[in-house]
């Protein structure tokens, strides 16, 4: 029996730009069990960003409740988000994302150190991370001397250093050339099949069909929801 | 966040643009070092004003004829304005007070003293035997002047560390016969070169017997009677005696003005310790100006790392985390300027003291410490404002920024 991880109902999110208000999102409701894999794909402008944001608490939705692992996260306080962020929720994004000055470790040590994690544990942890992404002989290298695909690399050993249940990604090989870009998703993807739920946002339709379950909107709308297996989801609490 | 690790965040960012940092770190540092040297001259000054005052002996009351008008105009000065004159009589008179322990008296005039072809203008004090005790002086060579009848004008003379080495170079000095303006004295000591002493440079002073020196000058007057009390706790009571036996000899009118080194040394150490002070404070506004710097560039340092603090907040930092880091490399900012200020300050006080050996130079502790407390205060407290409009960024938005 699988119970849902994310559980959107009603989400609206509006955008005032001078006296009119734009609706980014209309009405969203979504379920996302454990471990899916979901490609949020749609035009430019379509809100689908939006949609991520809300989904890693970096933005509150002006309606509708948002439930993350039975827990309703839209209520709490934002010490309270900032802390499920830090445990639940890893980001990759489109430009990377680096600390220029920092070292490719320590960039991968950043969510640790602020986690507050001991020293000991983050050297070992990153130490596997560095092994596991390939990234060995670039510890010490910092973002302005590594490649784009290795800058990613560093990205996503730092968005999964915490152990998150849920990876979101925001056009993760947008500034990569294809033969990269198809290294960083084979990456994204093995993480996904060790169970980790994967929501990337893409136009790029090549790549959303490489997920199991495609959601499609439009104008902050929620216009598709198409999965390849059938996957159950459990109706809401 | 471990303060160990929110402390390298923070100084791995102010380390991460040199230039910005080491302006910040400069202008923390001018104003620091600019409060420890201005109050290190301010002080100066009014240890070597003590210093000269003290060397003039201790527990000193002084005699002057003439009494210093404080009030406004009296009839009856009109009548009796010419104060007598001050007598060996009445320094003599003195001594018969309880609280006193010496007296010296003192005339003094410029004269010429000329041995072996060579001729110098010098100041010629005429005093007695006492005087090398009142005034705490030492000797080099030979002896002082001999004590005994006050009114004996022995020939001999004292003469003065630098008129010694002016008048005879390296031939010895003592028992020489000398011309003082148109008496012959013989020299029967040399004081031991002192350097300082306010108003009267003793190394450039002849001393001879107060009535030797009265009949040079054609004159019955002294210049000063210079007292010294029986002990610190005296010195009042002398002043008070000295005062009533003075209004006696003199027909009842207190004729003269009594100073007690006490007195002029409280009211030195007064005004020069406002001037340090004032001098402090003026130097502090630098600090301000510092502080503003701080908030200034902590502004800029918060939009240039928008983005930054965007992927610190989608990492899962709180605002807390946040704020605490930038204010966090705000102090240390501050604490390094203060540090370098400080040394560049002592480093300044000592080059002062290098060039100006006589002047002491230290900054006073309160000084120091107030500019470091008021760096690492109003650096903190203008680092708050950046501090908070960091934390408050909008997480989305500040992504979105490249």
């Known amino acids: 029996m699988n119970t849902a991880q994310i559980e959107l109902t009603g989400i609206e999110k509006l955008f005032r730009l001078g006296d009119s208000t734009v609706l980014a999102l209309r009405d969203i409701d979504l379920c996302v069990a454990a471990g899916e894999y979901i490609a949020v794909m749609g035009p430019s402008g379509s809100g689908k960003s939006t949609l991520l944001h809300i989904l890693g608490l970096l933005d509150r939705p002006d309606s509708g409740s948002y439930h993350l692992e039975g827990r309703d996260v839209t209520t709490l306080s934002a010490v309270e988000q900032a802390r499920v962020r830090s445990e639940r929720i890893g980001f990759v994004f489109q430009s990377f994302h680096l600390v220029p000055r920092l070292t490719a470790a320590e960039n991968i040590a950043l969510p640790m150190i602020l986690a507050g994690i001991a020293p000991a544990q983050r050297a070992q942890r990153v130490a596997r991370a560095l092994r596991d992404y390939g990234l060995d002989n670039r510890a010490d290298h910092r973002p302005d001397q590594l490649s784009g695909g290795q800058r990613q690399r560093v990205a996503i050993a730092r968005a999964t250093i915490m152990e998150p249940a849920v990876i979101l990604a925001d056009e993760p090989t947008g500034n990569l050339d294809r033969a990269t870009g198809e290294e960083v998703m084979r990456l994204l993807e093995s993480l996904n099949e060790r169970g980790v739920t994967l929501i990337v946002v893409t136009h790029d339709g090549v790549l959303g069909s490489r997920a199991r379950r495609q959601l499609l909107i439009e104008d902050g709308m929620l216009r598709a929801d198409r999965r390849r297996p059938a996957e159950p989801c459990a109706g809401p609490t | ?402």
């Open chain 2, 1 to 402: 966040m471990r303060r160990p690790d929110l402390i390298r965040f923070a100084r791995d960012a102010a380390a991460g643009n040199p230039l910005r940092t080491f302006l910040l770190v400069l202008a923390m540092a001018i104003g620091v070092g600019a409060v420890v040297v201005l109050t290190a001259l301010g002080d100066g000054a009014r240890r070597y004003v003590l210093d000269e005052f003290s060397s003039i002996g201790s527990n000193l009351v002084i005699v002057l004829p003439g009494r210093s008008q404080t009030g406004g105009f009296n009839p009856a000065n009109a009548i009796t304005s010419t104060p007598r004159d001050l007598t060996i009589d009445d320094a003599q008179a003195l001594l018969r007070a309880s609280a006193v322990h010496r007296a010296a008296p003192l005339a003094v005039g410029t004269s010429e003293i000329s041995h072996a072809g060579r001729l110098r203008e010098v100041t010629v004090a005429g005093t007695t035997a006492e005087f090398i005790e009142v005034r705490r002086l030492s000797l080099a060579q030979g002896r002082f002047l001999s004590p005994g009848d006050w009114r004996r004008a022995a020939p001999e003379a004292v003469i003065g560390a630098k008129i010694r080495d002016e008048m005879f170079g390296q031939q010895p000095a003592l028992g020489q016969l000398v011309r003082v303006g148109d008496r012959r004295v013989r020299i029967v000591g040399v004081l031991a070169a002192s350097g300082q002493g306010l108003g009267m440079n003793t190394d450039e002073l002849v001393l001879v017997p107060v009535a030797l020196a009265q009949t040079m000058f054609n004159s019955n007057t002294l210049f000063r009677i210079l007292v010294e009390a029986t002990s610190r706790e005296a010195i009042e009571p002398a002043s008070a005696q000295v005062g009533e036996i003075i209004r006696l000899r003199h027909e009842g009118e207190q004729d003269v003005t009594i100073i007690t080194q006490d007195a002029v040394l409280a009211t030195f150490d007064r005004v020069l310790g406002t001037l340090t002070l004032a001098v402090a404070g003026i130097a502090a506004i630098s600090l301000a100006v510092a502080g503003i710097l701080v908030m200034n560039v902590m502004l800029v340092s918060v939009t240039q790392r928008t983005s930054e603090v965007g992927l610190l907040k989608a990492l899962g930092a709180s605002d807390a985390t946040i704020r605490n880091a930038f204010l966090c490399e705000a102090a240390i900012l501050s604490v390094a300027g203060a540090l370098l200020g400080f040394l560049v300050g002592h480093a300044g006080a000592a080059l002062i003291r290098l060039f100006y050996p006589a002047f002491p130079a230290y900054p006073p502790d309160w000084a120091v410490l107030a500019a470091l407390a008021t760096a690492l205060a109003t650096g903190t407290l203008f680092g708050v404002l950046p501090a908070r409009r960091a934390a408050r960024l909008d997480a989305v938005l500040a992504l979105s920024r490249r």
